[in-house]
């Protein structure tokens, strides 16, 4: 072996080495690589930006294998529902027929959803709408844009605040599961007719505003999204 040919398989190793301390090795472990739509990015953020909205944002985690560290019955909805309680025997019956049942992480998607559909509703982004809704509500939804336009109105809203998303129902109907949410928020909505003048609301005016939606999935099916079911208010 000459000189030359020492050097050569030198440099290779010294070139090997860098290029694996540099980009690393597989172990088994990584998180997977981010999937960044907008359903996965808003179902977290509370992006309110509903004109990227590509799907259903409220998702079940994916199923994980069981935890040797059960929690007990009686602590399971702890902060969500009392033991016992119609609310808390509802999350049991959910999670009866859907083992990656999770409604702390089902609460950061249903406040995201709330203000986009909102928004969206103000915006008249049907599109957005399609996506996060069932075909009755987005039925009634559509209709009131169609009204809207026909007056040739336009809604401006604006949220200052989300103060509290809780929930206050749940429930299995077949394979159905629901769950009611009591929406606490503060916002800003004026509507104003072609010429610019105001119809309803105060641009100036900070209401309070609490509404009740019921969001519903297929327990039991693979599509992890819930949608927009019923809509309420409370005074």
């Known amino acids: 072996m000459d000189i030359y040919t020492i050097i050569f398989l030198a440099l290779a190793v010294f070139i090997f080495l860098r290029l694996r301390s540099v980009l690393g090795q ?11 739509t907008a359903r996965n990015v808003l179902r977290e953020s509370g992006d309110s930006n509903v004109g990227t909205v590509s799907g259903p944002i409220i998702n079940q985690p994916p199923s994980q294998a069981p935890s040797a560290d059960i929690t007990p019955p009686t602590d399971r909805w702890k902060g969500l529902a009392t033991p016992g309680s119609p609310l808390a025997q509802g999350l049991d019956a959910i999670a009866a027929v859907d083992s990656s049942f999770d409604p702390r992480h089902f609460l950061s998607g249903a406040r995201s959803a709330y203000e986009m559909i909102v928004l969206a509703f103000a915006n008249g982004d049907r599109r957005a709408l399609k996506d996060l809704l069932s075909s009755e509500v987005y039925d009634s939804f559509e209709a009131a844009i169609r009204e809207r336009e026909k007056q040739e109105q336009k809604t401006e809203t604006r949220f200052v605040s989300i103060d509290k998303a809780e929930l206050v129902g749940a429930e299995t109907r077949d394979r159905m599961a629901q769950l009611t949410v009591r929406f606490v928020s503060q916002m800003i909505s004026v509507t104003r007719d072609k010429a610019g003048a105001i119809v309803d609301g105060n641009p100036d005016k900070v209401a309070d505003i609490t509404d009740v939606w019921t969001f519903a999935r297929e327990a039991t099916s693979r599509d992890p999204n819930w949608k927009l079911v019923g809509t309420g208010s409370a005074h």
Do not use: I, L, V
């Open 26 to 36: 597989r172990t088994g472990s990584e998180r997977p690589p981010f999937e960044g």
